[in-house]
């Protein structure tokens, strides 16, 4: 199965934008990239995917490289609310497509 | 609320006794997946269910763990002589057949947190 891989940690000031990376090098044609976040003592939640084209919903947007290698989350104005592990997940079209296959994540650490 | 409940919340066992998780997705939803995480370690898929049915189970669903979905509703996880390395949080989340797997969104509960002993 392809791999993500993502900064163990970052650091942002609040108001100001946070872009999250990811690296999915072996990422297939049809891998969905989806990114969760979980929030201190809480389950995950969802917060975007995407295929090819960038994506905008009311939490975040994801910039997604040409070749597809790579991604991007994007928060426009960090709050302290932001503070999360971040999640960037590849979600296969074949093989064990069924659950989310989580790695270690980005913790994000806002700064007031 | 209608998401995704667990309980309990909180469980503190002594190794060798049995434990039992309950998860109830939110409604509409036929979809259940349950997750372990170890702390500083993102969540572990165990099982999922399709409706009543288990359609699979992780190589770390060891012969203690079991999981019911007896009426396609709610479901359990039973520890059975728990060691402590069962120590963890165990979520579960619900998701709505009918999109795509590669679309799918998951929507976790707050996860029952359990010390061994």
């Known amino acids: 199965d392809a791999k993500t891989t993502q900064p163990n940690s970052m650091e942002s000031n609040e108001e100001e934008p946070v872009h999250l990376p990811c690296n999915h090098s072996t990422i297939s044609g049809t891998d969905y990239i989806h990114w969760y976040r979980q929030l201190p003592s809480q389950g995950p939640e969802y917060v975007i995917h995407g295929l090819t084209s960038n994506v905008n919903n009311r939490m975040a947007s994801l910039a997604i490289a040409e070749d597809r290698k790579s991604s991007t989350l994007i928060l426009h104005r960090a709050t302290l609310r932001d503070a999360a592990v971040y999640y960037c997940?590849?979600?296969?079209?074949?093989?064990?497509?069924?659950?989310?296959?989580f790695g270690s994540g980005t913790q994000l650490t806002v700064l007031p | 609320d209608t998401g995704v409940s667990q309980n309990p919340r909180h469980k503190i066992t002594k190794r060798g006794q049995n434990v039992t998780f309950r998860c109830d997705p939110i409604s509409e939803h036929n979809r259940l997946y349950w997750y372990r995480q170890t702390l500083g370690q993102g969540p572990e898929f165990l099982t999922y269910f399709q409706n009543e049915a288990q359609l699979e189970k992780s190589r770390l669903l060891s012969d203690r763990f079991s999981a019911e979905r007896p009426k396609g509703s709610f479901s359990t996880l039973e520890i059975q002589r728990t060691e402590q390395g069962d120590s963890a949080m165990y979520l579960c989340a619900s998701s709505l057949a009918g999109s795509q797997y590669t679309q799918e969104t998951q929507y976790f509960g707050p996860g029952t947190r359990l010390l061994v002993l």
């Open positions: 997940i590849l979600r296969p079209t074949s093989g064990s497509a069924r659950q989310l296959t």
